[in-house]
């Protein structure tokens, strides 16, 4: 365990200091509320923790969610559990009177098994990761009812700056719902057993957990699904849909990026109700699903998602111009970015397409000689839906936009109204 002079002062002076450090965010904190049941909904997640989003955690104006493509238990540095995929999720950074830092929680709405064998997975990640060359330290948790497991990890945490900070993780599960939640403290201040830090930390989890998952010791029998994205996720197709090879991808979205491009790693929005998936076989897909608080915010966001970022555009220039494979000096085959107005079923948005490829093919080609991309995002209401497609063109660039294009619209007509 690391000290330093600062130990010294108490956990009174420590938390005045870190306050200072962590930007004096006044007024403290509002309390929780303990509501008897469980949040039914991933709706129901984001009401309740609404009022107690940390506005020192916006990007530009804008929560960007923790990944939710992240493993569980992602600041153990070995292989991480994979997240539930294709399911309603909610990333959010919250405020706690019991901290100077923020809380980072991410919560999944799963069946009771589901959410069980999750949080059993996450374990066997916890114990790898004790077994490795850190000394970090599993421990069970359970605590108002939810059950699984706290890594205390002795990893630090290297910021910009150079501050170091220790790191608690939570993977738990309580009934339908799962949940992974973080928090840090300078490493000057203890190490992975500090018992002022962790006690704090645990107090204030306590609090957000009963804030969804409810107060009464049984939550059981599981409450009937919701009106929401949990409609539309059981509406999306089997992966196969999209091809017979194509299942769902556990890794990160900028791992498997076909066309070389930033659309498909476009970060969603934070705080609000969430479905994502990412599919991979000889062609790729990502089907993002989201439930925004009104209809002028779900257009702000659907604009957001289609539209090319100015500062990477200025960086990268239009999308396409070239495969992934740069080495031909002849110019590429391409048909050029477009973007288009898009209205089917309800839905009212935009559709972006491209395709390109090496001006020699070689006998076998692979997507990094010839791709081609097609996305679009929607809305209908305060719903938004963004779908990418992506797979290889070979010589037909033309033929293989028209068949990206028909397996998003196939997917499109399958979402009901909510």
């Not at 057993?193 to 704090?200: S, V």
Request: charged share 20%; hydrophobic share 45%.
């Amino acid at each position: 365990m690391i000290r330093s002079r600062w130990r010294a002062l108490g956990p009174a002076m420590a938390a005045a200091l870190l306050l200072i450090a962590f930007g004096c965010r006044l007024p403290a904190a509002p309390p929780y509320d303990a509501p008897p049941d469980a949040a039914a909904s991933i709706e129901q997640v984001a009401d309740r923790l609404r009022g107690h989003l940390d506005d020192g955690s916006l990007i530009e104006g804008r929560w960007v969610a923790w990944h939710m493509h992240s493993p569980l238990f992602w600041t153990c540095r070995g292989e991480g559990s994979v997240p539930p995929l294709g399911v309603p999720a909610y990333a959010a950074v919250l405020r706690v009177a019991e901290l100077p830092s923020s809380l980072r929680v991410r919560f999944w709405v799963l069946t009771p098994d589901g959410a069980v064998a999750a949080a059993r997975a996450a374990r066997g990640v916890a114990d790898q990761c004790v077994a490795g060359p850190s000394d970090a330290v599993a421990l069970p948790f359970s605590r108002a009812g939810w059950s699984g497991t706290r890594l205390m990890n002795t990893e630090v945490e290297i910021t910009e700056d150079g501050a170091e900070f220790t790191t608690a993780d939570i993977v738990a599960a309580r009934g339908h719902l799962l949940v992974e939640v973080w928090w840090s403290w300078p490493v000057e201040q203890g190490g992975q057993r500090d018992p002022y830090w962790i006690g704090q930390g645990m107090a204030a989890v306590t609090g957000v957990l009963t804030a969804v998952g409810g107060r009464r010791a049984d939550i059981t029998p599981v409450p009937e699904p919701q009106p929401g994205v949990s409609v539309l996720a059981a509406a999306l197709p089997p992966p196969t849909a999209y091809g017979a090879d194509v299942k769902l991808w556990a890794g990160l979205p900028e791992q498997l990026d076909l066309a070389c491009t930033y659309t498909v790693d476009k970060p969603l929005p934070a705080t609000v109700p969430t479905v994502s998936r990412i599919l991979a076989g000889r062609v790729s897909v990502r089907e993002d699903i989201l439930h925004l608080p009104g209809a002028a915010t779900a257009e702000q966001t659907r604009r957001m998602l289609i539209t090319a970022d100015s500062g990477r555009a200025n960086t990268l220039g239009e999308p396409g111009r070239q495969p992934c494979d740069k080495s031909d000096v002849a110019e590429p085959v391409r048909i050029p970015y477009r973007k288009e107005p898009l209205t089917r079923g309800g839905w009212h948005g935009e559709l972006e397409s491209f395709a390109v490829r090496r001006a020699r093919l070689p006998a076998v080609p692979t997507h990094w000689d010839s791709v081609a991309h097609v996305a679009l995002a929607v809305r209908r209401g305060a719903v938004v839906v963004r779908l990418v497609w992506q797979g290889p063109a070979e010589t037909d660039l033309a033929g293989t936009l028209r068949a990206g294009r028909a397996a998003l619209m196939r997917t499109l007509d399958r979402l009901p109204a909510t």
